[in-house]
């Protein structure tokens, strides 16, 4: 297993269930984390709870290009080229295509496809510099099954997929690793707007699947998993 020991990692979507669970892992095992959300009360109780430095947090809108600029530049001056590009910023809007708005499908490509394309194109050409790193994405399973109501969601969790895809073809010169986690329920904040029923009680639990990313950081650079799948025992939708 790789150390964790003073790797710079950058999480975004740290403020969520399963983010604060992973910053608590990483942070445990000695790797210097920068963690980023929209929230700024929320990004600012995270970081007294877990006593992170103030100076390795940024509240912003991972669908905001300049406020992924603003990003890059501060984890630059604040720690260099990261070792590994966590993106765990993500929004479900899970409805049926009769009540499904143009608004909220341009809103879920916004939020989930556009910011992770951001967050990565501000950090890649440092670490294509340092030809070497760990990116790694939580399409979750309804990146790869499709289910009815995930109209917005798949469109733009398939796309992460796909153009995660690419990118690794881009990097076959460089040591940069790629991986797509495919999540199955997860019980967490994410479900509280989602209009739907579900058995919490049967989901994986935050800290199991922050626990995943974890381990997926640790994985030896000669290799690279580079798709993971975790689901639920009771709900094996792959
Ligand atoms: N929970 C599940 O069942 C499940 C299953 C498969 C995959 N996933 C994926 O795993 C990821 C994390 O999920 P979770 O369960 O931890 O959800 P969560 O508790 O709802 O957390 C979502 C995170 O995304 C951030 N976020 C949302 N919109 C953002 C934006 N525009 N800019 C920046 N940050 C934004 C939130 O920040 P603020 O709170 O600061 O706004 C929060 O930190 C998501 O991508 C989700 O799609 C979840």
């Given at each position: 297993m790789e150390k964790l020991t003073a790797k710079k990692v950058v999480v975004a979507g740290a403020t969520g269930g399963i983010g604060r669970q992973l910053v608590?892992?990483?942070?445990?095992?000695?790797a210097e984390v920068f963690v980023t959300g929209r929230d700024q009360v929320k990004l600012d109780a995270l970081v007294s709870d877990l006593g992170l430095s103030p100076t390795?947090?940024?509240?912003?809108?991972?669908?905001?290009?300049?406020?992924?600029?603003?990003?890059?530049?501060?984890?630059?001056?604040?720690?260099?080229?990261?070792?590994?590009?966590i993106n765990l910023a993500g929004i479900g809007i899970i409805k049926s295509m009769d009540h499904l708005t143009l608004a909220e499908f341009?809103?879920?490509?916004?939020?989930n496809l556009v910011g992770s394309f951001l967050f990565v194109k501000m950090f890649l050409p440092a670490m294509k510099e340092s030809k070497k790193g760990l990116i790694v994405n939580v399409p979750g399973v309804l990146g790869k099954v499709p289910m009815a109501g995930a109209a917005a969601y798949s469109a733009s969790k398939y796309g992460i997929?796909?153009?995660?895809?690419?990118?690794?073809?881009?990097?076959?010169?460089?040591?940069?690793?790629?991986?797509?986690?495919?999540?199955?329920?997860?019980?967490?904040?994410?479900?509280?707007?989602?209009?739907?029923?579900?058995?919490k009680d049967k989901m994986i639990r935050e800290e199991e699947a922050a626990r995943s990313i974890w381990f997926l950081c640790q994985q030896p650079a000669s290799g690279v998993v580079s798709e993971m799948v975790l689901q639920p025992f009771n709900h094996q939708a792959i």
């Open positions: 608590k892992l990483l942070q445990q095992s000695g390795h947090a940024m509240a912003a809108d991972i669908s905001n290009e300049s406020d992924m600029q603003m990003l890059g530049s501060r984890v630059s001056a604040e720690m260099g080229t990261p070792d590994i590009l341009t809103q879920s490509l916004n939020t997929v796909g153009m995660m895809q690419s990118i690794r073809e881009e990097l076959k010169r460089t040591e940069i690793r790629i991986t797509n986690l495919f999540l199955g329920g997860v019980d967490s904040p994410f479900w509280d707007t989602i209009d739907l029923k579900v058995q």
